[in-house]
């Protein structure tokens, strides 16, 4: 079985941290985006078996482009991992309300991004 992790995320460090930890865990291939918009084409081009997403960045909101993910008919099933700095009350409910599967606070573990995502390769399996 062949694993997608699309990135969604402004920081290229960041990038590159989830993608070899995404690696390190099985996930075949992994998709970068700087931004949300280049992020929703890639996810419509390439269905992804999960998108992890970055609250913060220009332009487009993550909370924005997880509601635009959650709109689109090929996109809408992709379970979505939000990221982010912010860990207050209030982008948590926003991110839950709009539809995400999950949420990683910066700074994490590999550890904290495996105990996030083990319960979806469990489910898509």
Known sequence: MEYTALIIDDDVWMQRILSKTLMSYGFTKT????????????????????????????????????????????????????????????????AVKSGTAGFISKPFTRSTVFDKLISFLVKIN
């Not at 609250?55 to 959650?70: D, F, T």
């Open 31 to 94: 998709l970068l985006a700087s931004n949300a918009f280049e992020g929703i084409a890639l996810a419509v081009e390439n269905i992804p078996t999960i998108i992890v997403l970055d609250i913060l960045m220009p332009e487009l909101s993550g909370h924005l482009a997880l509601k635009i993910i959650k709109h689109i008919n090929l996109t809408k099933n992709i379970p979505v991992v939000m990221v982010s700095a912010l860990s207050d009350t209030e982008n948590l409910g926003l």
